[in-house]
């Protein structure tokens, strides 16, 4: 059931959350226009807390607003997914060998805490099954104990997010379903026993084979079948 809006500090804050939710969900598909009018309608605030909201959302990319007042919601491209593999493949590998080499106990049991009962995600997952994907991930970066790294990749899990879900619309095998639990594992080992150089490397084979890297090579495939041949002259 949805929360009231009184529960949130300011109705921006609610249409944000709201709204964020839903397009990181996949309720409204990338591409979607979202008539700022309707929108205001069915969330029960006015339109001016609703622009703070999408101006919020426009900043992360995940919105783009025109001059009609209708906001639309950011294509995925091959690009941006090549450029987020990137970044991970980087940087995840760095935050969990520092995890390895600083976590602290309390580090040690929220990483537990956000294992247990952790699946690989399912074909069509709900919000909650992508927050606790997140848990686990943020964990180990906050384990790193280097605050910039990690508000660096927080802030790119929400776009990452939107890759996953299109990686997922190609159901993985029960085998790659276990590959991928067995890697949280070893992840979570590695971090206990200190061993930096394992955590990394696992953390690599684990990004190389992510839905955001089957995301990426899928819309690689359709740029290049959708490129028209240019006649030669």
Same mark, same amino acid.
């Given at each position: 059931?949805?929360? =009231?809006?009184?529960?949130?500090?300011?109705?921006?804050?609610?249409?944000?959350?709201?709204?964020?939710?839903?397009?990181?969900?996949?309720?409204?598909?990338?591409?979607?226009?979202?008539?700022?009018?309707?929108?205001?309608?069915?969330?029960?605030?006015?339109?001016?807390?609703?622009?703070?909201?999408?101006?919020?959302?426009?900043?992360?990319?995940?919105?783009?607003?025109?001059?009609?007042?209708?906001?639309?919601?950011?294509?995925?491209?091959?690009?941006?997914?090549?450029?987020?593999?990137?970044?991970?493949?980087?940087?995840? =590998?760095?935050?969990?060998? #520092?995890?390895?080499?600083?976590?602290?106990?309390?580090?040690?049991?929220?990483?537990?805490? !956000?294992?247990?009962?952790?699946?690989?995600? =399912? &074909?069509?997952? !709900?919000?909650?099954?992508?927050?606790?994907? @997140?848990?686990?991930?943020?964990?180990?970066?906050?384990?790193?104990?280097?605050?910039?790294?990690?508000?660096?990749?927080?802030?790119?899990?929400?776009?990452?997010?939107?890759?996953? @879900?299109?990686? #997922?619309?190609?159901?993985?095998?029960?085998?790659?379903?276990?590959?991928?639990?067995?890697?949280?594992?070893? #992840?979570?080992?590695?971090?206990?026993?200190?061993?930096?150089?394992?955590?990394?490397?696992?953390?690599? @084979? &684990?990004?190389?084979?992510?839905?955001?890297?089957? !995301?990426?090579?899928?819309?690689?495939?359709?740029?290049?079948?959708?490129?028209?041949?240019? =006649?030669?002259?």
């Amino acid at each position: 059931m949805s929360e =009231p809006s009184e529960l949130f500090s300011t109705k921006s804050d609610f249409a944000y959350i709201k709204l964020r939710e839903k397009i990181l969900s996949g309720e409204y598909e990338p591409g979607a226009v979202l008539n700022q009018s309707v929108l205001a309608r069915t969330i029960g605030i006015s339109t001016t807390p609703l622009r703070e909201a999408l101006r919020r959302l426009k900043s992360e990319g995940l919105v783009e607003l025109d001059a009609h007042r209708d906001a639309r919601v950011t294509q995925l491209t091959a690009e941006q997914a090549r450029d987020l593999l990137e970044i991970r493949t980087s940087l995840d =590998p760095l935050a969990v060998s #520092l995890a390895a080499e600083r976590r602290s106990t309390a580090d040690i049991r929220e990483i537990r805490d !956000a294992i247990r009962g952790l699946e690989p995600l =399912p &074909h069509n997952p !709900a919000f909650v099954d992508l927050v606790a994907h @997140r848990r686990f991930h943020t964990a180990i970066y906050t384990a790193s104990h280097n605050e910039i790294l990690t508000s660096t990749l927080d802030a790119l899990w929400d776009k990452a997010d939107r890759y996953r @879900r299109l990686g #997922l619309e190609v159901v993985r095998s029960q085998e790659e379903r276990d590959q991928k639990a067995a890697e949280h594992q070893a #992840l979570l080992d590695c971090v206990v026993n200190r061993d930096a150089a394992g955590a990394a490397e696992v953390m690599r @084979r &684990h990004i190389d084979t992510s839905l955001g890297a089957k !995301a990426a090579s899928r819309l690689s495939a359709q740029e290049l079948v959708t490129v028209t041949p240019q =006649p030669i002259s």
